[in-house]
Nanobody
Framework: QVQLVESGGGSVQTGGSLRLSCAVN????????MAWFRQAPGKDREGVAG???????NAADSVKGRFTISKDNAKNTLYLQMNSLRPEDTAMYYC???????????????????WGQGTQVTVSS
């Protein structure tokens, strides 16, 4: 049983930075993909960035150049470094884990089986 717990959210001004963390209690032992998603009020959950077990990453166009996904296997922790934050980045952020099948990390929620509870990010203008 895989459990994910996010932390690091908060309220910042436009242009500020935050670093989100996701602690993972266990893995299945097979190749996997982890990713960050976000969901704003009244909107669908959207993919932000993903990372394969071998370190290959993928990110949404809206965050490329501003957000960086990374992981520390020894600490069983996933990270999302968010810089140059904008009001439109305001959302509940979730980490997720799923099997690595083919290609780059997928940014569709349906590709992931395990989810954290979310951490709120608010960017004020």
């Amino acid at each position: 049983q895989v459990q994910l717990v996010e932390s690091g959210g908060g309220s910042v001004q436009t242009g500020g930075s935050l670093r989100l963390s996701c602690a993972v209690n266990a893995y299945t032992g097979s190749a996997h993909v982890m990713a960050w998603f976000r969901q704003a009020p009244g909107k669908d959950r959207e993919g932000v960035a993903g990372i394969r077990s071998d370190g290959i990453t993928n990110a949404a166009d809206s965050v490329k150049g501003r957000f960086t996904i990374s992981k520390d296997n020894a600490k069983n922790t996933l990270y999302l470094q968010m810089n140059s934050l904008r009001p439109e980045d305001t959302a509940m952020y979730y980490c997720a884990a799923g099997p690595w099948l083919l290609g780059l990390p997928r940014l569709s929620p349906s590709a992931y089986a395990y989810w954290g509870q979310g951490t709120q990010v608010t960017v004020s203008s």
